[in-house]
């Protein structure tokens, strides 16, 4: 009971020291902590109150979680394997709590502030898939698996050469199938970790098969390929299109959710991609806007049906885009 009591305080920065009733030292000042801190605390009798504990900025939770993807990638380059129980026990717990902050916009601004493209990207991936869930309806044991499985997604990167992932221009045939291949090294990478649940090893397998069969590495379709891969998948291709890369700028996100629903009955998984889509579109309710055909407006409500087509207000009248086929967005304001 006093473990589950304290589960809220999980993310949180201690501002203190913390000791049990000997005087030995529990958990040190500015520790953030974990689920395994407090099964630690409820076994030597130790109680938290909202004095011992503050917020962690959103900032040092994404310095955080970007310096244990770039400890991980290193680890697994050198060893073929991960420490997962160190991914569950304490990248998880930074994940969730970005993933609490009010307002993700922000959390996603600040990730892009990074160069590091494949860390931040498990970072993103992550967070993004976790949203998916929870708009499908996913439980919190699920949720945790998901975002799991999301954050490892790209481990098979770090068995890429770097100087292929920032070659800066167009990569070659070879170097292509060369990237190719971290799907298949990223789920022997899993395989051989202790702990990790073989639907993790899948899903950095399959988060670029698609429905149509058009992707890689086994060309699956359809049923063939697991919902996690297909929640990745969508993910993974969203903050691919929105970000900044050595090679490409990042896609306006108008662009970005338009080309997402232009593919909703082809290569991404329909359900999954049009719940993501109208999950965004809520979170910019509100937001003003500029349409095609010049003028200004503002975000009033999406429909499940065609959520990148919402009704936007514009001078007091509301126009509903999804049955004016000659106007949409252009750009955010």
């Given amino acids: 009971m006093l473990g589950s009591q ?3 305080y999980i993310g949180k920065r201690v501002n203190r020291n913390i000791y049990n009733e000997s005087g030995t030292l529990i958990v040190p000042v500015s520790r953030v902590l974990t689920d395994r801190d407090i099964r630690l605390l409820a076994r ?5 109150c909202e004095q ?3 917020a962690v900025s959103i900032v040092y939770l994404i310095e955080s979680a970007i310096r244990e993807v770039r400890e991980l990638f290193e680890f697994a380059k050198q060893t073929d394997r991960i420490p997962f129980a160190r991914v569950r026990d304490k990248v998880v717990p930074l994940i969730l709590e970005l993933s609490n902050h009010p307002d993700l916009n922000q959390t996603f601004r600040y990730l ?3 160069d590091e493209y494949v860390y931040r990207h ?6 993004l898939s976790r949203l998916i869930g929870k708009v499908k309806g996913f439980d919190e044991a699920q949720l945790t698996e998901l975002t799991i499985a999301g954050f490892l997604h790209d481990i098979g990167k770090s068995k ?6 920032n070659k800066p221009g167009r990569l070659t045939e070879e170097e292509f199938r060369i990237v190719k291949e971290h799907t298949v090294f990223g789920y022997e990478i899993l395989k ?3 702990g990790v649940p073989d639907r993790h090893a899948y899903v950095a397998l399959q988060h670029h098969e698609r429905e149509d069969g058009s992707g890689y590495p086994l060309g699956l379709k359809g049923d063939g390929i697991d919902q996690f891969s297909k929640i990745v998948a969508v993910a993974d291709v969203f903050h691919a299109m929105m970000s900044k890369r050595v090679y490409k700028s990042p896609l306006p996100l108008c662009q970005v959710l338009k080309e997402l629903a ?11 991609t049009l719940a993501f889509l109208k999950r965004i579109m809520d979170m910019l309710i509100g937001n003003r806007v500029v349409l095609t055909d010049g003028r200004e407006g503002r975000i009033v409500m999406a429909s499940a049906a065609d959520p990148v087509r919402p009704v936007v207000e514009v001078d007091g009248q509301y126009i509903d885009l999804s049955a004016e086929g000659s106007i949409a967005l252009e750009r955010m304001i």
């Fill in 262 to 272: 232009d593919n909703v009955y082809g290569s991404l998984e329909p359900g999954i």
């Fill in 112 to 114: 892009e502030t990074y």
């Fill in 122 to 127: 498990s970072v993103a991936v992550a967070l």
């Fill in 6 to 8: 304290m589960k809220a």
């Fill in 52 to 54: 011992d504990v503050e």
């Fill in 160 to 165: 890429v050469p770097g100087a292929i992932l």
């Fill in 44 to 48: 030597q009798g130790v109680t938290l």
């Fill in 192 to 194: 051989r970790s202790e």
